[in-house]
């Protein structure tokens, strides 16, 4: 269980009250890079190990989200295992959360209560709404996160209304959540290390926020003109040509011709050059405007072709293009695995296991250094953590 030292985030130690997937993730991250990350699970698990599928009652999913961290059981409603998770407090540097704003607070476990412990303790909570607000004591998952945040509205195909827009398929605000939480968690660290004197922060990140952060420049254009922008399928209003595209296949290729030059090679590669050199083509804005002949050229295009053999085309001209990939393109692409993205590990309780690799590299580490180890059972470290580290730490 050791941490290598060419990590970055070696040597920080968090702890992390979470369950289901945005603090989860955040800690995911986190332990990736390095860090020692203790989850705390009540004695039955995390909700989260129960989705999905699973080999012999054990969740694959979690194999990559518990990854890299030592899970411990408590029971925050019994003064034995809160004293035990002080204990884990007064030697960490931060904690991240995401229980409903409130919860902990009626454990005694508030930032109050644990910076009474560890005066210089970061505490990161991930909540709904956020920790204040009229909406502040509201349920919320995920899919509430992509509704309120403005996502779920733009991902509608243009005038259809007899279908609801469809979520994305994985849990985006929450990871986007777990990502800013991740994010804020190491700052306040920086700063509290930088300053002998410094007392912990409280990082308060809410998935409706983390989605509304990513809506680009829809707020001003709202805010100066009155603008409210509307689904667009799978183009977009300011770029062209820049679409997906029916192939011969049944499959679809994403095309990106944006820039002129990028036309140019695009309209020789299709066999319309002449369309390089018609003036309602002449910019990206007179693109814009003539769009939808431009896509029915494409499409025309296309349609004749595999889509391998359309995107092969593409890649001799230059044109970014790509297939839309599902799991099994991702996993067996020579790219992916030339990058160690998609890794074989071995897992205790599942065998054999695909993981996708940490999303970020450093020089000198090879991918494989940031999968330590898989997701275990629950608790599998209680005696690790209880009689091992605690004990090490008093010594």
């Not at 210089?120 to 309120?148: C, H, N, T, W």
């Not at 990140?205 to 667009?232: A, C, K, T």
């Not at 990206?284 to 002949?293: H, Q």
């Not at 296309?302 to 393109?329: C, I, K, N, Q």
Request: hydrophobic share 40%; glycine share 10%.
């Amino acid at each position: 269980m050791s941490q290598p030292g060419r990590l970055p985030l070696a040597g920080l130690k968090i702890i992390e009250l979470g369950h289901y997937i945005a603090a989860p993730f955040a800690t995911r991250l986190l332990a990736d890079l390095g860090a020692e990350v203790i989850k705390v699970e009540p004695p039955e698990g995390d909700p989260v190990r129960g989705w999905g599928s699973a080999v012999e009652g054990h969740a694959v999913w979690f194999s990559v989200h518990g990854r890299n961290k030592l899970s411990v059981t408590l029971n925050l409603k019994s003064e034995d295992d809160k004293a035990k998770l002080r204990r884990l407090v007064a030697r960490a540097d931060a904690l991240v959360e995401n229980y409903r704003p409130g919860q902990i607070e009626r454990y005694g476990l508030g930032p109050a209560d644990l910076h009474a412990v560890n005066p210089r303790l970061v505490i990161a909570r991930i909540s709904g709404y956020g920790q204040d607000g009229p909406y502040r004591d509201k349920p919320a998952f995920g899919a509430i996160g992509e509704a309120m945040g403005g996502l779920r509205h733009l991902t509608a195909n243009p005038g259809q209304t007899e279908l609801p827009p469809p979520r994305c398929g994985v849990s985006i605000s929450d990871d986007l959540a777990g990502m800013y939480a991740a994010m804020g968690l190491v700052a306040a660290c920086w700063q509290v290390k930088g300053d002998p004197e410094a007392r912990g922060r409280v990082i308060d990140v809410d998935l409706v926020s983390s989605v509304f952060s990513l809506m680009e420049g829809m707020l001003p254009e709202y805010g100066l003109f009155g603008w409210v922008r509307q689904p667009q399928g799978a183009a977009i209003k300011t770029a062209a040509p820049t679409n997906t595209y029916p192939c011969a296949d049944g499959k679809w290729l994403c095309i990106a011709g944006n820039s002129d030059l990028i036309f140019r090679r695009l309209m020789a590669a299709i066999g319309r050059p002449d369309a390089a050199t018609d003036p309602r083509f002449a910019t990206n804005a007179l693109r814009c405007e003539n769009v939808a002949e431009l896509d029915a050229m494409i499409a025309a295009w296309t349609r004749t072709l595999p889509a391998a053999e359309a995107e092969a085309v593409l890649e001799g001209a230059e044109v970014p293009s790509s297939r839309l990939y599902d799991m099994r393109d991702c996993a067996e692409d020579p790219h992916f695995q030339a990058r160690e993205l998609v890794m074989p590990v071995e897992d205790p309780l599942l065998g054999r296991v695909l993981h996708p690799a940490a999303p970020f590299r450093f020089d000198g580490v090879a991918p494989r250094e940031m999968v330590r180890w898989t997701g275990p059972a629950a608790g599998a470290h209680n005696r690790h953590v209880f009689e091992e580290l605690l004990q090490e730490d008093r010594g």
